[in-house]
């Protein structure tokens, strides 16, 4: 079975552009979480996706949004990057069952320069 | 405000020996509480979790322990191997929002020494 897949690898930008990070959920999984892990930082929530509509966000600005398409995947958008927007970038998937774990895919490194 | 807190940023353990890893919250309507490991260019996996009806709960070499007046749990690591060297994570979920909506602590880097 597949796991989280995150794409791309690695993304290097410069201050005010956008980026877009991509996520698939493991087959079966309908709520998509993401996180930014800043270096020296715990991990913070950022979004949460089920069923195609967003449940909740963190404490981050507007210019964090991000989608789920039918198919589950996600996007999250990174408008107006910032040089603390240099983080890496988690997705998490799961099924909508109680306690159940996340399972999370191995990241995007952002860098803004 | 950081509502689960590891405030030990790294720990070194001989090979062999217990590991202890700490995490203190703050917040009293916690009632589930999960450790996470990652390795370098990896994603967090789940190791083991506890629920606040328990004080304890076991997986092989790893056991967490919960002490709710105190607000604080362990994970314990025996014996300790050189493959346990990660971050590792405590987290709990929110009580306002999903189950998996999960708050992290900052993590503490274990280094197994052989």
């Known amino acids: 079975e597949a796991g989280v897949t995150q794409s791309p690898t690695h993304l290097i930008k410069t201050r005010g552009q956008q980026a877009t990070l991509r996520c698939s959920p493991i087959s079966g999984h309908t709520s998509v979480y993401w996180y930014q892990q800043a270096l020296g930082l715990g991990l913070q929530f950022l979004l949460w996706y089920d069923e195609g509509e967003e449940r909740n966000r963190g404490n981050f600005p507007p210019r964090f949004s991000g989608r789920q398409f039918p198919n589950y995947s996600s996007e999250l958008n990174v408008n107006a990057l910032e040089l603390e927007d240099s983080a890496l970038y988690l997705c998490a998937s799961s099924r909508w069952v109680t306690n159940e774990k996340l399972f999370f895919g191995s990241g995007t490194q952002l860098s803004v320069l | 405000d950081q509502q689960v807190k590891q405030n030990s940023p790294s720990l070194s353990v001989q090979e062999g020996r217990i590991s202890i890893l700490n995490c203190d919250y703050t917040n009293s309507m916690f009632d589930y509480f999960l450790w996470y490991k990652k390795y370098p260019a990896e994603g967090p996996t789940f190791l083991i979790s506890?629920?606040?009806?328990?004080d304890k709960n076991e997986d092989g070499r790893f056991t967490v322990f919960l002490n709710k007046s105190a607000k604080h749990l362990s994970l314990h690591i025996v014996p300790s191997q050189p493959g346990d060297s990660a971050v590792y994570f405590c987290?709990?979920?929110?009580?306002?929002?999903?189950?998996?909506?999960?708050?992290f602590g900052s993590g503490t880097q274990l280094t197994v020494l052989p």
């Open positions: 506890i629920s606040s009806i328990k």
């Open positions: 987290a709990a979920p929110l009580p306002s929002g999903s189950a998996r909506q999960l708050t």
